[in-house]
């Protein structure tokens, strides 16, 4: 009858019968048909255990019909699915793309290690793998990423933080690709994406012949720079970020990050970019990391701000806004200067939701 449920003795059946086959390096097709059938009918109720162990002796057999693979290959057990995911060539690709897609990373990693990988593949492992997964890609000799896997990798900080160093010793980090990832570079990274900067400012500055490099200032960008250093001056971080998003067109969650600690030098390159003056570099710099930063480190930032060029600085800030992909953002804001935001605005609703709610409380509302 249709939804009967297996016979208890039926759950160990497909094992007993796996390991049959597996002793066999050779089949006729009867025998791959009735092991097929057999497997589709009791899978389902085999325990979790036996169909890790059915998978793990399936997996690099050479006759393992193509359907009990796939099948074996989907399974939500991780487990379960990871040898053949790891071992088996007659994986669909359409199988494969899924996997990479949905995760978790631990199946990524079986299939970074297969034998071979489409080109489809190596593209979904860029886009959607952890480090761990493509650490394995860069380690292995027998995979030669090409210059569209650089690309979708120089787009990722994530990846570009974690194995930095990895991405530019194969040279998967083009110069767009250090300065675009600045922020998420390591520290020995960050002076050749400096020095790309410069070199980037240098071209752009002999692609037009007789134009002296003078960077005059507006009203409106002296005026945000004294906005910049208003609100540096009453802690008003919030303020101070969508200031400087305004100023260089930037999505809000990249100024934001720039306001952490660690991330003070692109900030630092961020008040160069704006054209901002080295006495009220040096006023913000103390006012929003003086108290978390030794004097040496302050130093440091300021001696950067001298010397790099304010070409370079913009150069950097350009590509943060064209080549940052680590998080989803909407357009930049292009909002009037000293236009609350919606941040803000949310703030607001909510300090004084608090303040009314414990006067409800105590007038019994």
């Known amino acids: 009858m249709p939804g009967r449920k297996k016979p208890p003795q039926d759950r160990c059946v497909l094992l007993a ?128 990423l090409a210059p569209v896997h650089h690309d979708k990798l120089s787009r990722r900080g994530d990846i570009v933080a ?59 960008r002296l005026h945000l720079c004294d906005g910049l250093v208003a609100e540096a001056l009453a802690g008003d971080r919030l303020r101070f970020s969508d200031l400087l998003c305004q100023g260089l067109s930037l999505p809000q969650p990249v100024c934001d990050l720039m306001l952490q600690t660690d991330q003070s030098d692109g900030l630092t390159i961020a008040l160069k970019a704006l054209g901002m003056s080295a006495s009220q570099t040096a006023t913000v710099l103390i006012r929003l990391f003086g108290e978390q930063m030794p004097l040496t480190d302050l130093r440091g930032l300021l001696r950067l701000h001298r010397t790099l060029s304010v070409g370079a600085a913009g150069v950097l800030a350009g590509q943060w806004m064209l080549q940052d992909q680590t998080v989803q953002t909407t357009s930049p804001r292009h909002a009037p200067q000293y236009q609350e935001s919606n941040r803000r605005q949310e703030q607001a609703r909510t300090v004084s939701d608090a303040e009314v709610s414990p006067a409800r409380r105590n007038s019994g509302s």
């Open 17 to 144: 019968a796996t390991e049959l086959f597996v002793g066999k390096s050779r089949h006729d097709i009867e025998e791959k048909k009735i092991f097929l059938e057999l497997a589709r009918n009791l899978l389902s109720a085999t325990t979790l255990q036996d169909r890790r162990r059915i998978a793990s002796m399936l997996a690099a057999h050479p006759e393992i019909p193509d359907d009990l693979l796939e099948i074996l290959a989907a399974d939500e057990d991780e487990l379960t699915a990871y040898p053949p995911l790891r071992y088996s060539q007659r994986l669909s690709v359409d199988l494969l793309l899924r996997k990479v897609k949905e995760g978790p990373e631990s199946l990524r990693r079986a299939i970074a290690n297969r034998p071979s990988l489409r080109e489809s593949v190596l593209s979904a492992l860029c886009e959607h793998a952890g480090a761990d997964s493509i650490g394995i890609l860069l380690q292995r000799d027998d995979i030669r």
């Open 162 to 220: 974690a194995l930095g160093m990895e991405l530019a010793g194969q040279d998967a980090l083009n110069p767009d690709g250090l300065m675009g990832q600045y922020l998420h570079l390591p520290t020995k990274l960050k002076a050749k994406a400096i020095a790309a900067a410069e070199m980037a400012s240098l071209i752009k500055q002999a692609q037009t012949p007789g134009t002296a490099p003078v960077h005059r200032q507006n009203s409106a």
